[in-house]
Nanobody, 120 residues
Framework: QVQLVESGGGLVQPGGSLRLSCAAS????????MTWYRQALGKQRELVAD???????NYADSVKGRFTISRDNAKNTVYLQMNSLKPEDTAVYYC??????????????WGQGTQVTVAS
């Protein structure tokens, strides 16, 4: 079994910063892309940023220049450094990882989500 556990969410004032973490554990042989999504109340889930196993990154236009995604392959962990936060960044943030198990099964797994609230 594979688990993704997010941490680091919370309440922050506009202009502030937060760092989210997502650690994968369990029956993991290899991790390909790791992705952060978010879903605001009443809206569809949207891609925030992703990073492949080689370190190449991709960002939504709304977060470019403010958010940075990174990963530590030794720890099976992906991070999202969020700076200059805006009220419109308020959402539940979800981690997703493309994982190959030792038995040759490849699937995408989701974390449980962590709430980020930007308000004064």
């Amino acid at each position: 079994q594979v688990q993704l556990v997010e941490s680091g969410g919370g309440l922050v004032q506009p202009g502030g910063s937060l760092r989210l973490s997502c650690a994968a554990s369990g029956s993991i042989f290899s991790i390909y892309a790791m992705t952060w999504y978010r879903q605001a109340l009443g809206k569809q889930r949207e891609l925030v940023a992703d990073i492949n196993s080689g370190g190449s990154t991709n960002y939504a236009d709304s977060v470019k220049g403010r958010f940075t995604i990174s990963r530590d392959n030794a720890k099976n962990t992906v991070y999202l450094q969020m700076n200059s936060l805006k009220p419109e960044d308020t959402a539940v943030y979800y981690c997703n990882a493309d994982i190959l198990t030792p038995w040759g099964l490849r699937s995408r797994y989701w974390g449980q989500g962590t709430q980020v609230t930007v308000a004064s």
